[in-house]
């Protein structure tokens, strides 16, 4: 069957595709039900089946006689440490971690925040939850202890696994600290926080004088190993939160059955990975990306993971993916666009890349933002092996457009990221909800069912489900982002509709960002927009009208609201510019001509929006942009 054969039956003969993907993964019980789709309720794949995650990703490989090959690689550069785990440890490990986590009450049915940095105790801790039935969430490291806070009163975690400390390229990142910071905000209070300490940096956890506060090594060394229980498909393996178009994150929730499909399809079919090779996502396993490709993917394929505590570049130069891939035997990689932007910009002539052997490397991913032919372009002329754009989303888990290698060869179209994926019955439509003809451009929609994997919901908040992606187009999901299609179905994603943006591959809100610039005492109002970078796609961009009667100095405010932003939301924001106006262009109903002032901001055309308020306000926005611009940029 080829790709087109398969997407073909996944959309006409669902039942019988599924059935089949499902039959490529370890049940407890198999499931009778492969799709329940009553045409009113969202519908749920492989409702009646049971199966154990963790058991996928460890016990089974064991159980098969690969306990002996390497499962997780741990290298990283900014402790000068590589440390590899074979399936047998990895399986003591998380086994007694889970033992651990029983001691302390949790069970099927409760919920744990992950805040971590990248080692492989991190992985152990998602595992361990996996393997109760305990819904993890694991929160990036680069966001503030304000928004940790939002998400424990959000899901209210029985306990909170963190490390003592991360290491930011040379700067130490305070997590335990953070996470103490984050519960004194919330209402929320979990019953343990279980911390990991990292003797190495230095900064050693007094566990003597808090019985609340465990220590992650002895909780695991001094536990009886926990077996796997029998989890219902549709019981979520975890929350992960995401931004939208309003300050509050939504928490994506995944099934257990369909992710373990989803997982086990895509590294197969979409990859092209074959069990027992080194399977790469240079990614954090706080996003998406490091959730099903860094860590449950790689596991369930049975290959070998690489949790990577390093950047691009500076730790300690830009060949350090290209040594990665030398010296561990990398067949098959996947990172973001502005991962290879920086790198390209340090090393324009390949210099770095040509110091290694590539010739493990098949293929390599990129996604998470729109990749730059200029990237592609470099990336062809040193690196040589077919580099392939795909689009997902938090919400998919999976890769919902793209090629599948491991089918079949592909064709590549520059700036495309491919074609639908079985299950996925990707259209375009138009404002009115019609299917736009090819090379028209419109909004990405999906026919409902999404394929196994894709969300179940929003954890909590039913209502923001539905309004949020399923009553715009009934019947579809409504993506965010604009897209094209060619006539040989290619799609070419053109960018998000709504209020979010992409800072080097990480989803961020500009909603949120404002909330935090308007609680500045002297900002009237404000807008913040994503204007083009170089390197990270795009960057927030904030723009203040000041209080009446405010004499604060522009550039002060510009260092407050930069500070804020960092505190409220994360360094990993990136928040970098403040402009002052007195007065945001707007439509004669009020609202913020925010396309214009990106467009003004990115030195492009833009044409007077018909809807303007005041059209003299954009001459005089022009010349405040004009002197910021000289002055700063
Ligand atoms: N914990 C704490 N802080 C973090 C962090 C973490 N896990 N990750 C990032 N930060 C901080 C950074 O130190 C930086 O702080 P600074 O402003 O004080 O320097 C800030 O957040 C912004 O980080 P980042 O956007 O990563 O910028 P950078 O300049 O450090 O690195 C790239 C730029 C392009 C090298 C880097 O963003 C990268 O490797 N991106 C790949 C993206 C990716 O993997 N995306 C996942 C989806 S596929
Ligand atoms: P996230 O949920 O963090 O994975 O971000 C998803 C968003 O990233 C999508 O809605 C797109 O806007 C963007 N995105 C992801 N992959 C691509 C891609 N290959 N091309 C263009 N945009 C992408």
Request: proline share 5%; hydrophobic share 40%; with cysteine.
């Amino acid at each position: 069957m080829n790709a087109d054969q398969m997407f073909s039956e996944s959309i006409t003969q669902k039942e019988k595709f599924w059935g089949k993907q499902a039959d490529q993964i370890e049940w407890f019980k198999k499931p009778s039900k492969i799709l329940t789709d009553d045409g009113i309720n969202y519908p749920t794949w492989f409702e009646d089946g049971e199966l154990n995650t963790c058991f996928l990703a460890v016990d089974k490989h064991v159980k098969d006689g690969f306990g002996e090959q390497v499962a997780i690689i741990y290298d990283s550069p900014v402790t000068n440490r590589i440390i590899k785990y074979t399936y047998n440890q990895v399986l003591e490990n998380v086994s007694k971690f889970a033992g651990g986590l029983q001691k302390l009450g949790l069970e099927k049915g409760d919920t744990a925040i992950i805040y971590m940095p990248m080692i492989p105790e991190s992985v152990f801790a998602m595992l361990a939850c996996a393997r109760l039935g305990v819904t993890h969430s694991v929160v990036f490291g680069g966001f503030a202890p304000k928004e940790l806070a939002i998400r424990i009163d959000d899901c209210k975690p029985k306990a909170i696994i963190t490390a003592s400390s991360g290491m930011e390229v040379s700067r130490r990142i305070p997590y335990l600290p953070f996470v103490k910071e984050a519960i004194s905000m919330s209402e929320h209070q979990p019953n343990y926080i279980v911390a990991f300490d990292r003797k190495l940096l230095g900064n050693r956890i007094d566990f003597k004088n808090d019985s609340t506060l465990v220590d992650f090594e002895k909780l695991l060394t001094e536990s009886e190993p926990a077996d796997c229980v029998s989890i219902e498909s549709t019981h979520p393996l975890y929350i992960l939160y995401t931004s939208g178009t309003t300050g509050k994150p939504k928490g994506v929730v995944r099934d257990n059955g369909g992710h373990a499909v989803a997982m086990k399809f895509s590294m197969k079919n979409i990859y092209g990975a074959k069990e027992g090779e080194t399977f790469w996502a240079a990614s954090d396993i706080g996003w998406a990306v490091g959730h099903s490709y860094s860590v449950y993917g790689p596991l369930i394929n049975r290959n070998a993971t690489i949790i990577f505590e390093g950047k691009p570049i500076g730790t300690p130069d830009a060949g350090t993916f290209w040594r990665i891939i030398e010296e561990h035997q990398v067949a098959v990689m996947f990172t973001a666009p502005t991962a290879i932007r920086a790198i390209k910009k340090e090393d324009p002539e390949g210099k770095f890349v040509k110091k290694y052997d590539l010739s493990s490397l098949r293929t390599q991913f990129l996604a998470g933002e729109r990749c730059d032919v200029a990237t592609l372009d470099w990336y062809d002329e040193f690196v040589s092996v077919p580099a392939i754009d795909h689009w997902w989303q938090t919400e998919s888990g999976s890769p919902m457009l793209g090629l599948m290698p491991g089918i079949a060869n592909v064709k590549i179209k520059r700036a495309s990221a491919g074609k639908p994926i079985p299950g996925y019955d990707i259209k375009v439509f138009s404002e009115e909800g019609l299917e736009l003809e090819p090379h028209h451009e419109g909004y990405l929609v999906i026919k409902l069912p999404l394929a196994p994997g894709a969300m179940m919901g929003i954890w909590g908040d039913p209502e923001r489900f539905k309004f949020g992606y399923l009553s715009r187009f009934p019947g579809y999901y409504f993506s965010g982002d604009g897209a094209i299609k060619d006539e040989d179905g290619y799609v070419f994603v053109t960018g998000r509709v709504d209020d979010v943006i992409n800072v080097a591959g990480h989803r961020l809100s500009t909603a949120e960002m404002e909330e935090v610039v308007s609680s500045h005492k002297e900002v009237a109002e404000c807008c913040v927009v994503g204007i083009d970078d170089d390197l990270k796609g795009q960057v927030p961009f904030a723009i203040a009208v000041l209080k009446s009667g405010s004499e604060i100095d522009e550039s002060v405010l510009e260092k407050e609201i930069v500070l804020l932003i960092r505190e409220k939301i994360g360094a990993v924001a990136s928040m970098k510019n403040a402009l002052v106006v007195n007065r945001l262009p707007k439509t004669r109903s009020g609202k913020i001509l925010r396309k214009l002032i990106r467009t003004m901001l990115d030195g492009k055309e833009y044409q007077m929006p018909s809807t303007i308020d005041d059209e003299s306000i954009v001459a005089e926005l022009q010349e405040k942009m004009n002197t910021y611009k000289k002055k700063y940029l």
